[in-house]
């Protein structure tokens, strides 16, 4: 097994000025595994791409283990990838495709069966080894192509968006089997996605990025605790943490009718950078409801909180998520709060919510860096 270190890694596209990667820094531990996430165009694939070999390296440097793998061909990285599509030969055998590789490597027939054997018993695939792809599943494809990487022994797993061609159920389960699979080998793995609940769920640490700068590298906990910025803090939750551009008083920031405390040492570094408002953000999990929230008007003494307007209720059984509309001076902000499932709102209904002390994320509007500890 083996480290991986992007040192300031960048990858300039031909034709480009804009690098698609810019100065890419992260420490991977060996046996870790961590998910790169982040939306379309974000320089994720290109990252995963540029450790395999499969795309040049215009600066900084890559290795692996001790080895400088910058420069070196695919085949001499010692790496395994698992592709989105499978990456299949349609005219072998499941056996023959999870043992290609050893094939061309020079391995003898009675070793690479036993390996092939090996991995698939691992991935409930012994039933299977004499089939052709076609006449598999697409959950089944992907153990396949997850068992022609294992029976390679490589040091590093890489894997690119591997269940995005999978049914929402599937995808789910294949998931545990991945991670569980993962901590079994042991294996350093760094898999790419777009779906911030899939890299949630899977990744020893979670790294995010956005128009090719890392914008955080953190603990899955940790990154919904604390995210670093507006961007992440938007990106990762689902649903996303409800954002809000609140005027700041004294003693705190107004929130509605209430005044919702934040540190003096936020306050001071959101004065410092010239801000009259600063973005509150909650998660839906962090709202209480204020005793007076009614289907009718706004009382005469002006309830607690912020004035939201249910648009459409989502239950889920236990939990139900309110996804609704409040006024924020000239303009109308969607809220997102989540309630007691047996104790949903009427559509059409007024709530009043209130940010539960200690449960705010504080952020500065003009640069979009946390501001609270």
Partial sequence: MATVSFDKATRVYPGSTK???DQLE???ADGEFLVLVGPSGCGKSTSLRMLAGLEDVNAGAIRIGERDVTHLPPKDRDIAMVFQNYALYPHMSVADNMGFALKIAGVNKADIRK???EAAKILDLS???DRKPKALSGGQRQRVAMGRAIVREPQVFLMDEPLSNLDAKLRVSTRTQIASLQRRLGITTVYVTHDQVEAMTMGDRVAVLKDGLLQQVDSPRNMYDRPNNLFVAGFIG???MNLVEVPITDGG????????PVSR???AAAADKGDKTVTVGVRP???DLAEDSTSGTLSKEAPAGLAVVVNVVEELGADGYVYGTADLGSEKKDIVVRVNGRAVPDKGAKLHVVPRAGETHVFSTSTGERLTD
């Fill in 115 to 117: 390996k092939v054997e």
């Fill in 285 to 287: 999990e962090h709202f």
């Fill in 26 to 28: 992260i420490e991977i």
């Fill in 127 to 129: 039933e299977y080894l």
């Fill in 19 to 21: 690098p698609a990667v």
């Fill in 253 to 260: 920031v107004k929130f509605g009718n209430s005044v919702v």
């Fill in 265 to 267: 040492e936020a306050l």
């Fill in 238 to 240: 689902s649903p996303a």
